[in-house]
């Protein structure tokens, strides 16, 4: 009996060791905005941008098509602005770019810092049904930012996406990105130029 008493006594003061302190039952308070996300500063501003398709070649597409085919579009022109919201701790950008024969395409993307993974999570989607979460970080060999993510596009396919941007003066940006997915490899790559 003793024994057993002095066990469960052991047991109620390793326990009350291992406690947690008390939480603060004070109302919750808003956290300031990391500081990490300074480092998107530059980026904020209205964006006009041209880009190219680099991979795969416009010759490589044709062979691809039936007979008779229009040739595919190659080069991209779109714009867009970046915006701190949230009280800062995201940054928005929206913007739309011309996919050939008249359409657009509209996109909006958040990037906000994850403090335990330590790097920037991005969140974008579009009106033709696409979804993607990725990741940012600055770029190991450049002033600028590489990504990587997964898509979802309207019909459930599955792209991975990956690319960096790189500033070539405080209203210009380069960039390159590769995409997989059911259509293959596919690399585009342009300049975005701030609008003054």
Same mark, same amino acid.
């Given at each position: 009996?003793?024994?057993?008493?002095?066990?469960?006594?052991?047991?109620?003061?390793?326990?009350?060791?291992?406690?947690?302190?008390?939480?603060?039952?004070?109302?919750?308070?808003?956290?300031? +905005?990391?500081?990490? %996300?300074?480092?998107?500063?530059? %980026?904020?501003?209205?964006?006009?941008?041209?880009?190219?398709?680099?991979?795969?070649?416009?010759?490589?597409?044709?062979?691809?098509?039936?007979?008779?085919? /229009?040739?595919? +579009?190659?080069?991209?022109?779109?714009?867009?602005?970046?915006?701190?919201?949230?009280?800062?701790?995201?940054?928005?950008?929206?913007?739309?770019?011309?996919?050939?024969?008249?359409?657009?395409?509209?996109?909006?993307?958040?990037? %906000?810092?994850?403090? /335990?993974?330590?790097?920037?999570?991005?969140?974008?989607?579009?009106?033709?049904?696409?979804?993607?979460?990725?990741?940012?970080?600055?770029?190991? #060999?450049?002033?600028?930012?590489?990504?990587?993510?997964?898509?979802? #596009?309207?019909?459930?396919? /599955?792209?991975?996406?990956?690319?960096?941007?790189?500033?070539?003066?405080?209203?210009?940006? #380069?960039?390159?990105?590769?995409?997989?997915?059911?259509?293959?490899? %596919?690399?585009? /790559?342009?300049?975005?130029?701030? +609008?003054?």
């Amino acid at each position: 009996m003793i024994r057993r008493t002095c066990l469960i006594l052991a047991t109620i003061v390793m326990a009350g060791g291992c406690m947690k302190p008390p939480m603060d039952m004070g109302p919750p308070k808003k956290p300031a +905005q990391a500081a990490e %996300m300074k480092k998107l500063e530059r %980026m904020v501003g209205t964006w006009n941008w041209t880009g190219e398709m680099v991979s795969p070649t416009k010759e490589e597409m044709m062979k691809l098509m039936p007979p008779g085919s /229009k040739e595919p +579009q190659t080069t991209y022109a779109g714009t867009g602005k970046s915006e701190w919201v949230l009280g800062g701790t995201a940054l928005k950008s929206e913007g739309s770019f011309d996919m050939g024969e008249g359409q657009k395409m509209t996109y909006l993307e958040y990037a %906000m810092w994850d403090g /335990k993974a330590k790097k920037f999570r991005t969140l974008s989607m579009s009106d033709w049904g696409e979804i993607g979460l990725g990741w940012m970080t600055p770029c190991a #060999d450049c002033d600028g930012f590489c990504s990587t993510g997964e898509v979802t #596009d309207a019909q459930g396919n /599955k792209k991975s996406a990956e690319g960096c941007m790189k500033w070539v003066d405080k209203d210009t940006q #380069d960039w390159s990105f590769t995409e997989r997915g059911p259509m293959g490899k %596919m690399t585009i /790559k342009g300049t975005s130029k701030r +609008q003054k």
